[in-house]
């Protein structure tokens, strides 16, 4: 399904990515951990071409962008509509309504008429338990509520892989719940996901395969129970044991 091989990835003289190499199946969620500057967000944008590596392979299902030579923008374009990305924020139009947010990428980008668009919308808001917020604006909104509006969004380019960049962290801790729910309502689903997060009980309950990363390498990855309670590097180990 995703395929990385030899991926790295420098802002200036500085190497963040080395060298990585991951495959995910389809239908399985992996789990990227590790401390802050360690890469793992990075890797994610790398994935969907926000961030544009410096070498390495890139394949998801037929399609594949080799960055080991010249990339075209349109090459790019097209293999980004593969991915749905949920950021931090939720970088949501505040001009425009949950719904309003939903459809302009179906207008815009699928091409669809303003009456198809509101249907796959209010289904999508519907499946992330907004149905009755979707005449409201952002503001008018809670955190959670805009973020799973973010999800919906993203959901409504029918993307083969999502991709989450700590969803939940900007969020009040009251507000998280209801966003990881969405998220594992879509696992149940066997949606592809790769997710860069700090919710380990997520990662524990949820992931198909934990990653740990440092340094812009991968260091350790295997089955939540292995990493979580029998972790076999000293740097996961030391990792791990400052959240407890």
């Given at each position: 399904m995703i395929s990385i091989q030899g991926l790295r990835k420098s802002f200036g003289s500085m190497e963040v990515i080395k060298n990585v190499d991951l495959d995910i199946e389809q239908g399985k969620v992996v789990v990227i951990i590790g401390p802050s500057g360690s890469g793992k967000s990075t890797l994610l944008r790398c994935l969907n071409v926000l961030e544009t590596p410096n070498g390495g392979i890139i394949s998801i299902d037929d399609q594949q962008l080799d960055f080991n030579k010249s990339v075209s923008k349109k090459a790019i374009g097209a293999f980004r509509q593969l991915t749905g990305m949920v950021f931090q924020g939720y970088n949501l139009f505040p001009h425009l309504t949950a719904m309003g947010n939903v459809t302009e990428g179906l207008t815009t980008v699928k091409g669809q008429s303003k009456k198809e668009a509101e249907k796959t919308a209010g289904q999508l808001l519907a499946k992330v338990g907004l149905a009755d917020h979707k005449e409201k604006y952002p503001y008018?909104?809670?955190?959670?509520?805009?973020?799973?509006?973010?999800?919906?969004?993203?959901?409504?380019?029918?993307?083969?892989?999502?991709?989450?960049?700590?969803?939940?962290?900007?969020?009040?801790?009251?507000?998280?719940?209801?966003?990881?729910?969405?998220?594992k309502d879509l696992a149940h689903e066997g949606m592809t996901m790769a997710v860069v997060t700090h919710e380990m009980r997520f990662a524990q309950e949820v992931a198909d395969e934990v990653i740990f990363i440092d340094g812009g390498v991968i260091v350790e990855r295997g089955a939540p129970a292995d990493i979580f309670n029998?972790?076999?590097?000293?740097?996961?180990?030391?990792?791990?044991?400052?959240?407890?």
């Open positions: 008018q909104l809670s955190g959670g509520q805009e973020q799973r509006v973010a999800i919906a969004r993203a959901l409504a380019m029918d993307p083969k892989v999502m991709l989450f960049d700590e969803p939940t962290s900007a969020l009040d801790p009251e507000l998280v719940n209801e966003v990881l729910r969405v998220m029998n972790p076999q590097h000293e740097r996961t180990k030391k990792f791990l044991s400052l959240l407890q």
